[in-house]
């Protein structure tokens, strides 16, 4: 089942905040780095933050969040993570499926890690495609791909 997540309410903003961190954990060491940026956000920047969390819930237990930004039908996804208890299991790819069902955009925009071949493969599935890559100063090489509504039309008509 998946509901938005209210993050303002203390409770819920520690347990994305458990899921973010068991999940980022993981992708650090996909990685190969020990200082990940995203395992540095805490509860309370979560339960602060403007953005928008939609939550998978299997046995009443959230086991995957969704982070997004919709401006003016630009969509941003800010983070897709899925407690390493659910992984396999499909739970990452329904979730982008509802957002990108439920939102009315015209552009949507991810960014990951250049060696994060199974993110990169599922926004794929998606209709997404690359379109930039660069190395921050935290030094772990990114990509950024986008789809926008007129090409998820045409792969649903391929499919």
């Known amino acids: 089942m998946i509901k938005k997540l209210d993050n303002s309410n203390e409770e819920v903003?520690?347990?994305?905040f458990t899921i973010f961190q068991n999940?980022?954990?993981?992708?650090?060491q996909l990685i190969g780095v020990l200082d990940f940026p995203p395992l540095l956000r805490s509860a309370t920047d979560i339960e602060n933050s403007?953005?928008?969390?939609?939550?998978?819930?299997?046995?009443?237990?959230?086991?995957?969040?969704?982070?997004?930004?919709?401006e003016d039908k630009?969509?941003?996804?800010?983070?897709?993570?899925?407690?390493?208890?659910?992984?396999r299991k499909g739970i990452a790819n329904k979730l982008i499926s509802y957002v990108l069902g439920i939102i009315d955009f015209s552009e949507a925009i991810v960014e990951t890690a250049v060696v994060n071949i199974p993110a990169i493969n599922l926004y794929?599935?998606?209709?997404?495609?690359?379109?930039?890559?660069?190395?921050?100063?935290?030094?772990?090489?990114?990509?950024?791909?986008s789809v926008n509504t007129l090409s998820k039309k045409q792969i649903k008509l391929d499919v």
């Open 124 to 145: 794929k599935k998606h209709g997404f495609v690359e379109f930039k890559r660069w190395t921050p100063s935290h030094g772990i090489q990114k990509l950024a791909m």
């Open 74 to 87: 630009h969509l941003d996804i800010c983070s897709l993570t899925v407690d390493p208890n659910y992984f």
């Open 23 to 28: 999940s980022y954990k993981i992708e650090a």
């Open 50 to 70: 403007k953005t928008l969390f939609y939550g998978f819930s299997e046995n009443e237990c959230l086991a995957a969040i969704i982070e997004i930004v919709i």
């Open 13 to 16: 903003a520690s347990q994305i």
